[in-house]
Antibody
Framework: QVQLVQSGGEVKKPGASVKVSCKASGYTFTSYGIYWVRQAPGQGLEWVGWISGSNGDTHYAQRLQGRVTVTTDTSTSTAYMELSSLRSDDTAVYYC?????????WGQGTLVTVSS | DVVMTQTPLSLSVTPGQPASISCKSSQSLLHSTGRTYLSWYLQKPGQPPQLLIYEVSNRFSGVPDRFSGSGSGTDFTLKISRVEAEDVGVYYCMQSIQLPYSFGQGTKLEIK
């Protein structure tokens, strides 16, 4: 069955960087894109970025442009989301998800807390 | 970017009664292929979202048939024919016709 298993929670200071991993299994990794979506405490879902599973094309949320990078390692079927220059309003649960013209499966989420 | 607007933002329903959520997009979600890229998700407390409906009206694997989706172009509806206690949570619509994908604000369903 399709599974997306994310790395554990992180606590970071303002200005630091965080890198979240997402290991996929149960399907051909290069046949689907990987999406990143975040959810601040008590808030709705916010688009972070996307990477193509086949050719590595990316797309990022405009408000995060320049601070977010999404990559994949096809040899291990793992996707990564790195966010730099962290601010307190980056505190959120970060989800990876799989899809092709939509999202079908989601990872369990990784809580990133930014606090001094 | 495509803006998604959901109504209502909260809903309180007696078990066994129907429920309906509306979602409107700022532009048509109909692709040149003829597919319409509108999905519905349910996020139960403390869990990631789970796919209920894709391409307007297709139930995802394992989704009970009391959930149905309809609509076209820019106006869409999710209906629950008979609400059950396990249906509580926040419902989101999402467009996937263009990047960045965008979500409605969410509709919180509670049981009376």
């Amino acid at each position: 069955q399709v599974q997306l298993v994310q790395s554990g929670g992180e606590v970071k200071k303002p200005g630091a960087s965080v890198k979240v991993s997402c290991k996929a299994s149960g399907y051909t990794f290069t046949s689907y894109g990987i999406y990143w979506v975040r959810q601040a405490p008590g808030q709705g879902l916010e688009w972070v970025g996307w990477i193509s599973g086949s050719n590595g094309d990316t797309h990022y949320a405009q408000r995060l442009q320049g601070r977010v990078t999404v990559t994949t390692d096809t040899s291990t079927s793992t996707a990564y989301m790195e966010l730099s220059s962290l601010r307190s309003d980056d505190t959120a649960v970060y989800y990876c998800a799989r899809g092709h013209w939509g999202i079908d499966y989601w990872g369990q989420g990784t809580l990133v807390t930014v606090s001094s | 970017d495509v803006v998604m607007t959901q109504t209502p933002l909260s809903l309180s329903v007696t078990p066994g009664q129907p429920a309906s959520i509306s979602c409107k997009s700022s532009q048509s979600l109909l692709h040149s292929t003829g597919r319409t890229y509108l999905s519905w998700y349910l996020q139960k407390p403390g869990q990631p979202p789970q796919l209920l409906i894709y391409e307007v009206s297709n139930r995802f694997s394992g989704v009970p048939d009391r959930f149905s989706g309809s609509g076209s172009g820019t106006d869409f509806t999710l209906k629950i024919s008979r609400v059950e206690a396990e249906d509580v949570g926040v419902y989101y619509c999402m467009q996937s016709i263009q990047l960045p994908y965008s979500f409605g604000q969410g509709t919180k369903l509670e049981i009376k």
